[in-house]
């Protein structure tokens, strides 16, 4: 069974940061692509960014230039280096990988943006 956990969801400012963490066992790690997905206030849940064994990042615009994707394949790890948040960005971020054809989910971390 694949498992994923995220951590180091929270509140911040306007302008903050945070780094979210994604753990997962139960696969091969460094074979797979790794995704981050989020899903805000009255909205659906959309893909966010998502990096490549190669190491190639994608990004949806509107966190280009903010957020930055990366992996420790020794860890087993994923993250989430999120710069100059805003209100937009709140919601509940999930990462999710894909073993033979099942997407698979972790549970979610929690991100405000507020004053």
């Known amino acids: 069974q694949v498992y994923l956990r995220e951590s180091g969801g929270g509140s911040v400012q306007p302008e903050g940061s945070l780094k979210l963490s994604c753990e997962v066992s139960?696969?091969?790690?460094?074979?797979?692509?790794m995704n981050w997905y989020r899903q805000t206030p009255g909205n659906q849940r959309e893909w966010v960014a998502s990096?490549?064994?190669?190491?190639?990042?994608d990004y949806i615009p509107s966190v280009t230039g903010r957020f930055t994707i990366s992996r420790d394949n020794d860890r087993r790890t994923f993250y989430l280096q999120m710069n100059s948040l805003n209100p937009a960005d709140t919601g509940a971020y999930f990462c999710?990988?894909?073993?033979?054809?099942?997407?698979?989910w972790g549970k979610g971390t929690l991100v405000t943006v507020a004053t």
């Open positions: 999710a990988t894909v073993r033979e054809g099942t997407l698979y």
């Open positions: 990096i490549s064994t190669e190491h190639i990042a």
């Open positions: 139960g696969l091969n790690f460094r074979l797979h692509k």
